[in-house]
Nanobody, 128 residues
Framework: HVQLVESGGGSVQEGGSLGLSCALS????????MAWFRQAPGREREVVAT???????RYAESVKFRFTITRDSAKGALLLQIRNLKPEDTAMYYC???????????????????????RGQGTQVTVS
């Protein structure tokens, strides 16, 4: 069983920056398609960024050019750098790993939360 643990959330002012990290219990971050999701109060969980085994990245339109997804292979972690934060970015942020579907980044961007076998518990980001 693979565990994903997010960290790095917090309260920031509008226009600020934040870096989120997702640690995997197995050092296979390069061999999995992975994604960051978020869920704002009263809204459905949505995928915001994906990265596949070939290093291809995709972003939701609402976060493009402000969010950057990367992998830290040495640490076995998935990262999400967020800049120019807006109040509408306030949400719980989750990471997820595709273990058996072998999705590409574009496919993962249109996928659902349940399409990812392993999912973290989330880290809260609040922008005011």
């Amino acid at each position: 069983h693979v565990q994903l643990v997010e960290s790095g959330g917090g309260s920031v002012q509008e226009g600020g920056s934040l870096g989120l990290s997702c640690a995997l219990s197995e050092a296979t971050v390069n061999r999995r398609c992975m994604a960051w999701f978020r869920q704002a109060p009263g809204r459905e969980r949505e995928v915001v960024a994906t990265i596949d085994t070939g290093g291809i990245k995709r972003y939701a339109e609402s976060v493009k050019f402000r969010f950057t997804i990367t992998r830290d292979s040495a640490k076995g972690a998935l990262l999400l750098q967020i800049r120019n934060l807006k109040p509408e970015d306030t949400a719980m942020y989750y990471c997820a790993a595709d273990w058996s579907r072998h999705m590409s980044a574009p496919q993962a961007l249109t996928s659902k939360w349940d399409d990812f076998e392993y999912r973290g518990q989330g880290t809260q980001v609040t922008v005011s």
